[in-house]
Antibody, heavy 119, light 108 residues
Framework: EVKLVESGGGLVKPGGSLRLSCAAS????????MNWVRQAPGKGLEWVSS????????YTADSVKGRFTISRDNANNSLFLQMNSLRADDTAVYFC????????????WGQGTMVTVSS | DIQMTQSPSTLSASVGDSVTITCRAS??????LAWYQQKSRKAPKLLIY???TLESGVPSRFSGSGSGTEFTLTISSLQPDDFATYYC??????????FGQGTKVEIK
């Protein structure tokens, strides 16, 4: 079964840091680009960051540029999002999603992990 | 950055109705347009990619069309399982991956 499972969410104070992980299984992880998408409470989907299969290209939304860093470990089928200088408006469910180089769409999604930034 | 504008924001319809959601891009995106369905803020599900290609396993009552800056998602004969929120998403090499604000399809 193709699966993505996020972890690492929680409650953090403004200015703090958190590292999210996404464990992939059921497919050749090293052949796919990977992505993070977030959804604030009551809001729509917001693309956060993407990384190509070999990590040679990384793309990051302006809203988190300079604070969030995407990375991956192909040997362990894992995707990461290092989040620093967290703000209240970073509060959201964070989804990891598999990308397709042929379609540019996100075809497999995890269930998400909640990040709450509050004092 | 490329902005994606969906309309309407909310759509009320009955089982059996045909509904259409529109997504407009602020500039041409050459067909790199996907549609997703999300229920109760769970993991989104890919329905359509490249504007009109149905993802494997998605019922044929879903269809997509459009090019350039205007795209549509049509659900013919709405089923109870289709009441959800739908998002469009664009890809452009210079402004990667923007989502529309979503369209909630609710029961009339």
């Amino acid at each position: 079964e193709v699966k993505l499972v996020e972890s690492g969410g929680g409650l953090v104070k403004p200015g703090g840091s958190l590292r999210l992980s996404c464990a992939a299984s059921g497919f050749t992880f090293s052949s796919h680009s990977m992505n993070w998408v977030r959804q604030a409470p009551g809001k729509g989907l917001e693309w956060v960051s993407s990384i190509t299969s070999t990590s040679n290209y990384i793309y990051t939304a302006d809203s988190v540029k300079g604070r969030f860093t995407i990375s991956r470990d192909n040997a362990n089928n894992s995707l990461f999002l290092q989040m620093n200088s967290l703000r209240a408006d970073d509060t959201a469910v964070y989804f990891c999603a598999r990308g397709s180089s042929q379609t540019r769409a996100f075809d497999i999604w995890g269930q998400g992990t909640m990040v709450t930034v509050s004092s | 950055d490329i902005q994606m504008t969906q309309s309407p924001s909310t759509l009320s319809a009955s089982v059996g109705d045909s509904v259409t959601i529109t997504c407009r891009a602020s500039q041409s995106i050459s067909g790199w347009l996907a549609w997703y369905q999300q229920k109760s803020r769970k993991a989104p599900k890919l329905l359509i990619y490249k504007a009109s290609t149905l993802e494997s396993g998605v019922p044929s009552r879903f269809s997509g069309s459009g090019s350039g800056t205007e795209f549509t998602l049509t659900i013919s004969s709405l089923q109870p399982d289709d009441f959800a929120t739908y998002y469009c998403q664009q890809y452009n090499i210079y402004s990667p991956w923007t989502f529309g604000q979503g369209t909630k399809v609710e029961i009339k």
